[in-house]
């Protein structure tokens, strides 16, 4: 298909691959989710790391624990060419869309109240020793951080305000924490439960099924990977680690017993870039597989109102929830770019951390609302989004940023008009795309006798997101500290390319 002078764009995208042969580690957190940790809500992280390791082959080991889970890619993975933000958003994406489908499993009498959010980043681990050291760690922190929520919440259920117990047990050490457990409140802290105590490593291995049996009764057996969730209580020791031999066979062996890490080393596998200041961030997120996708779930051809509509929605919960962040998106299809301000100080302006926590509020939103708009029609598996986060540094080039977007909407959209048409006239799919190869789309159009102005303006011209100006005197009325202030979230099908919609709205890329 044709390019539009805008493609040039793309040259400000940066490459993050993670080189071989450091291993990709992904880790993600939960954004607040509630405390105490219930067993059960563990057990719905765990069911969501199982299905990662089911769904991507290069993931061989996941560790989990409270609120975070870490995935291990093997050492020579090409997962989306190792591309750090691709990586991470994937996982994340994915990982929170099974935390919600889960839910009612695990929370039967409990309705999920708002979509979860994930954020993460990478972890590059330059050797295997690297990686043992990033295991002890995370175990360390789980022992430590497991004995003080035990004394925590048990001294707030017993009447103390956070704060205070905060207080009380700061600088505490692990055998006063123990004596606390005891002493007040008659626990012995090895008898807790382990998922608490030492955390859930998820893992591939191999297993051994019987298919059928010869005639004399003999079995007949089939090797096969297996995962199983573990509660180890050394993940990081040799003993544990050698006798998985895919975890030998995928990340190396584990030479030498370790027992202390320096937080320096381990703080330095960290892969996050801050994203340069003063400019303008999109974060682009699109559909992993949604040709797939639209196929399973029936999506009209080629537009689908509740397919756009909820993405629309999902893009509009963005904008509500980083309200004082992005101010404007744009989406398309399965895709939707979400621009942050020139100044935003969003999380430092991690990147990984930014395209996590925007692709995990939207695949969560998405799966929560999915029933809203396809009352008839049950959402069949987990659907995915991957992101990118990219620097502009001129309003003029983020207007070409989003021309291009939107020229791209209409040439697709006119593609797809025209090959569906083609189709609905007994075309096979193959006739149709050969007779629109290098075909000038326009003069197809009247061909083909389609009507194309009076196709729904929201196919044509995508969906634009902004926050209606609010006026000063309405402001200072306002708590400043309301999104109110900032004023209702529109959803409009506009033309962005021409100036008269910025010329209408200078406030959006207002400097
Ligand atoms: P990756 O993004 O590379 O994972 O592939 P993808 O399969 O998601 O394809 P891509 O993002 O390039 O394009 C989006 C695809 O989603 C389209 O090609 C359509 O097949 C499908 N899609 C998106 N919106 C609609 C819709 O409203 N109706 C239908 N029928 N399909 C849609
Ligand atoms: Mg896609």
Redesign the pocket.
Known sequence: MANSKYEYVKCFEVEDEVMFPSIILVWINAYKLQKPCEANTLRLMNCCAVEVLEEYADVVLAYGFSDEYTFVFKKTTKFYKRRASKVLSIITSFFSSVFVRKWGEFFPQKELQCPPSFHGRVIACASTEALQAYLLWRQNICHLGNQREQCLWRLVEHGMNEMEAQDLIKGFEKSDLNNLLFDEFNVNYISLEPIFRQGSCVLKTMGEDIVKYTDNGAPIKRHRRKIVTVHSKKIASRRFWNEQTILLKELGDFVEEINNVSLEYVRSFEFDSKLMPSTWIVVRI??????????IHE??????DR??NLMNSCAVAILEKFWEDVVFAYGV???YSFILNKNSNLYQRRANKIISAIVSYFTSTYVMRWKDFFAQSELKYPPSF?GRAVCYPSTEIIRDYLSWRQVDCHINNQYNSCFWKLVASRKSKREAQNSLKGAQLQKKIEELAIDYNKLPIMYRQGSSIYREKVDNVLMHQENEESTECYGKVIVEHIDIIGPTFWLEHPNILDE
Request: proline share 5%.
């Open positions: 699109d559909g992993c597989h949604f040709h797939r996708f639209s196929e999506f009209a051809k080629p537009n689908d397919a756009l299809s399965d895709e991957d």
